[in-house]
């Protein structure tokens, strides 16, 4: 039912039904989150002592943060899923690399990592990325270095990587973000870190916490205000290395929530998830499209709240999904967009532009394959609309790279009709290196 091969050096996964059906049954892990090992890693290297990491997710980005920052002085153990030891080099004390600084496909570790580089005055830095990295706009993160003093250049007017970075004495700013994005918000707020007086990021609406969490935790001052949207970090803290525990990655565990949700008779639970509520987008749109999902086990570890999440089969319905919600759910999107072919009626998604400068143009690319399956999808400016209740069928289908394209177009092949080839599969591993066996575990032929 599940098959993957290797077709001109790239995987493809070959998913095809029984015609009895197959249902999701047991209980599952999922790797650890995405966007917290990042941050782990890179506040345990400026950090004094050592960190210890455990369940960081062993992905292909955290693997390039981890020689970004080893490559500056850090001391990383081998990556591994149980204890991962970083001895810091100290606030202030990056050195300056031997060769230029590869952030591979991550814009986490590209952006975040600015900040830092922009700080470091004395210092030149060179970073790049692969192709897909080096087409994705860098000029959010840059615009607001540059107001704070950085001197970066890149390529089409600073805008694109590779970039040069020459280290300087940076000054706070209080900075407007146009877009709510923890990526900048992050970016700004590492930057302040060895600003001259504090810092202040105000967004439009509220995203991801997991910097202000953990800048907390290593001994950062930051002060909050959620009437506007406001984080302050005051400047020149002394950061100590911790112990983090990485909770499951919500975003890994959406595929997962949505599958069970749209395949008959499933009964799935996903173990020690992050329910950080900047985070639980994804679960209150399924909720609202009457997914039946129940949080278990909820609690609180290393300062991040976790459950177990059960989800079992019901009928979706459609619904509007959009505002204030879209950055607490915007890399879910493409799975969502799953859901809402299976669903009763017509789902629109919208104010959801950020999906074109992703690893992929997100909104495009879920149209264009999902068309290929049979829906009836049709693309926005900002979103999709997508009308339910359609019977996908199997198709020749394509990653584009992109791993959350990858994952979603297997979760709605488990529901078509005949065969999916997914091309370039192997895309999955940059955010979900056992997804296929995961896959494989759950499946059971009805």
């Known amino acids: 039912m599940i098959h993957l091969e290797t077709v001109s050096s790239h995987q493809q996964l070959t998913i095809t039904p029984p015609v009895s059906g197959v249902s999701l049954q047991g209980r599952i892990r999922i790797p650890g989150d995405k966007s917290i090992s990042h941050r782990a890693l890179m506040l345990g290297a400026i950090a004094q002592g050592e960190t210890i990491i455990e369940g960081l997710l062993l992905g292909e980005d955290p693997r390039s943060t981890?020689?970004?920052?080893?490559?500056?002085?850090?001391?990383?153990?081998?990556?591994?899923?149980?204890?991962?030891?970083?001895?810091?080099?100290?606030?202030?004390?990056?050195?300056?690399?031997?060769?230029?600084?590869?952030?591979?496909?991550?814009?986490t570790t590209m952006r975040l990592m600015l900040g830092l580089l922009a700080s470091s005055p004395g210092k030149f830095f060179a970073v790049t990325g692969d192709h897909s990295l080096r087409s994705r706009p860098m000029s959010r993160v840059v615009n607001p270095l540059k107001e704070m003093g950085a001197q970066i250049w890149g390529k089409k007017g600073n805008t694109?990587?590779?970039?040069?970075?020459?280290?300087?004495?940076?000054?706070?700013?209080?900075?407007?973000?146009?877009?709510?994005?923890?990526?900048?918000?992050?970016?700004?707020?590492?930057?302040?870190?060895?600003?001259?007086?504090?810092?202040t990021v105000t967004e439009p609406a509220l995203s991801r916490d997991h910097s202000e969490r953990m800048l907390r935790a290593f001994g950062a001052h930051l002060t909050i205000d959620p009437e506007s949207n406001s984080v302050t970090l005051e400047p020149r803290p002394t950061l100590i290395g911790q112990k983090v525990i990485v909770p499951g990655d919500i975003s890994s565990a959406a595929f997962w929530l949505v599958a069970a949700a749209i395949t008959p008779d499933s009964d799935l639970t996903i173990e020690n998830v992050g329910i950080?509520?900047?985070?639980?987008?994804?679960?209150?749109?399924?909720?609202?499209?009457?997914?039946?999902?129940?949080?278990?086990?909820?609690?609180?570890?290393?300062?991040?709240?976790?459950?177990?999440?059960?989800?079992?089969?019901?009928?979706?319905?459609?619904?509007?999904?959009?505002?204030?919600?879209?950055?607490?759910?915007?890399?879910?999107?493409?799975?969502?967009?799953?859901?809402?072919?299976?669903?009763?009626?017509?789902?629109?998604i919208k104010d959801a532009e950020e999906l074109r400068v992703k690893e992929s143009d997100r909104l495009a690319v879920m149209a264009t394959e999902l068309t290929k399956m049979g829906a009836k999808v049709i693309e926005h400016p900002d979103g999709l609309e997508i009308a339910g209740g359609v019977t996908l069928q199997g198709a020749e289908t394509d990653s584009y790279t992109d791993h959350r394209i990858a994952m979603s177009l297997a979760i709605a092949a488990l529901n078509a009709q005949g065969a999916t080839q997914i091309y370039r599969a192997e895309a999955a591993s940059i955010s979900y290196p056992t997804f296929v066996e995961t896959l494989t575990g759950v499946c059971q032929a009805g």
Do not use: W
């Not at 900047?278 to 009457?290: C, P, S």
């Open 66 to 107: 981890a020689a970004c920052f080893s490559a500056m002085g850090a001391k990383i153990s081998e990556l591994n899923e149980t204890e991962v030891r970083v001895e810091g080099i100290g606030l202030g004390n990056l050195q300056e690399p031997d060769n230029v600084l590869d952030a591979g496909n991550s814009g």
């Open 276 to 348: 950080n509520p900047t985070r639980t987008g994804i679960l209150e749109a399924l909720e609202l499209m009457g997914a039946d999902i129940a949080l278990e086990n909820v609690r609180e570890v290393a300062g991040e709240p976790v459950a177990d999440l059960r989800v079992k089969y019901s009928q979706l319905k459609g619904c509007t999904i959009g505002g204030a919600i879209i950055p607490r759910l915007i890399d879910e999107i493409p799975i969502l967009a799953v859901a809402a072919c299976f669903a009763t009626g017509t789902t629109l």
């Open 160 to 199: 694109l990587a590779p970039l040069a970075i020459q280290g300087q004495q940076l000054k706070g700013i209080h900075y407007h973000s146009p877009i709510a994005s923890a990526q900048v918000k992050s970016c700004v707020l590492l930057a302040g870190l060895l600003a001259d007086s504090p810092t």
